[in-house]
């Protein structure tokens, strides 16, 4: 998830690459710079986000009593996973970054940073999430740590070049944590860890066409078969948004129905729900970067609202 722009320019967008100058250059780099790039290779503003849907899956998991231990493993093993992943996804995706405008001054492509080395540092987080997750979680929640990592760089960062329904295809593995956190609290599969798994595939779809929306022209620029670049009028990506926004209303309630959440979430998230479905009808009816806008900042909005609605419900 970036920092939203306007994505409408045209601007061409100069090419660097790594270089030995350029390793020169970084190895003579502060230390607090070169931490601070690595921050920014395991995209803080996705894993975050990340944490925060395993996080709720573990409270609908634990609807009598929170497990103070296994909640701190399950959140750090979740975090570690998903730095991980997102710092190798730079890596495989640098020389398409440094064709766009909006990534061409990521670490990578601007050659601030070692490729080899982002890709070790990817690699030890991603096993020590695993190694963490596996004796001090369940061996369940290190399964589907492992199946979101190879999911997503192995078949949706791939596919992001080849067909326009990697979106679609992308929710798996982005909604994966989600049923993690629900396994680490309950240590299997049920149904309040499905419900939880919907809620988070059925949000991506709004939160990423909104962006490749936004974007589409760097997208195009990257070579990307994103939706709205193979189809420019925007009928499909705006169909599909209240599409999968209409249904993350009623998937939204299904945990107060499996007796995982009570009335207090389940009053306060279904006009959380149509707020953000009314967001998608504006973007229908007005295809502008601004509507975009709106309902890429209601799905930012979505994930926090949804996790503190569990929280009070739990507490109250």
Known sequence: ???????????????????????????????????????LLAKPEISSVVTLSAFA????????????????????????????????????ERQYDAQMKRTATRPLPDGRINPTAARRVGILMVCAAVALLCPLVNVLTAVIAALTAVLYLFVYTPLKRVTKWNTLIG??????????????ATGHLGAGGWAVFGVLACWQMPHFLSLAWMYRKDYDRGDYA????????????????IGFAALLVPLSVL???????????????????????????????ERTGQK???????????????????LVDWFV
């Open 1 to 39: 998830m970036d920092s939203p722009s306007d994505g409408s320019s045209d601007t061409p967008v100069a090419v660097s690459a790594a270089s030995p100058a350029a390793d020169a250059q970084a190895s003579s780099r502060p230390m607090g710079d070169v931490l601070w790039d690595y921050v």
């Open 226 to 241: 994103m939706l709205p670049v193979v189809e420019p009028d925007g009928n499909s990506t705006a169909a599909q948004m």
């Open 57 to 92: 899956g573990f409270l609908v998991g634990s609807p009598t009593g929170l497990s103070g231990p296994t909640l701190l493993w399950a959140m750090l093993g979740t975090a570690l996973c998903a730095g991980g992943v997102g710092m190798l996804n730079h890596v495989l």
């Open 255 to 285: 945990p107060v129905f499996s007796d995982t959440a009570g009335w207090i979430y389940g009053v306060g998230v279904l006009p959380l729900g149509l707020w953000f479905l009314w967001t998608t009808l504006v973007f229908h009816g």
């Open 292 to 310: 975009a806008r709106r309902v890429l900042k209601a799905s930012i909005l979505y994930i926090p609202a949804l996790v503190a609605l569990l």
């Open 171 to 184: 929710t798996v593995p982005g909604a994966l944590p989600a049923l993690g956190g629900y396994t680490a």
